[in-house]
């Protein structure tokens, strides 16, 4: 599966962002597709995630703050991002997981968000 990311960008704190993953390729086989990002110095975490069936889940610091969601009809994936805290800068990548039963990974290229005034 190929996946495009895009949406970044840089925006004062409690400012909003949309980003877009656009997913191409053998999509009748992904599982699930989540958004992660990794900031400078850290490791990569994951951020939220939709299933199938669309259920979602999210780290718990940005709970009630993003909000994944999907288009099945343009096979993409969002993430809306709102009331953005200098902690949510990092460059976000785009995920999709298929197979089974041993699932693996696909990656987009990543799109870098930054807060700050």
């Known amino acids: 599966v190929q996946l495009q990311a895009s949406g970044g960008g840089l925006v004062q704190p409690g400012g909003s962002l949309k980003l877009s993953c656009a997913a191409s390729?053998?999509?009748?086989?992904?599982?699930?597709m989540g958004w992660y990002r990794q900031a400078p110095g850290k490791q990569r975490e994951l951020v939220a995630r939709?299933?199938?069936?669309?259920?979602?889940n999210y780290a718990d610091s940005v709970k009630g703050r993003f909000t994944i969601s999907r288009d099945n009809a343009r096979n993409t994936v969002y993430l809306q991002i709102n009331n953005l805290k200098p902690g949510d800068t990092a460059v976000y990548y785009c995920n999709a997981k298929r197979g089974f039963p041993l699932e693996s990974d696909d990656w987009g290229q990543g799109t870098q968000v930054t807060v700050s005034s």
């Open positions: 390729g053998s999509i009748s086989s992904v599982n699930s």
């Open positions: 939709i299933t199938r069936g669309g259920i979602t």
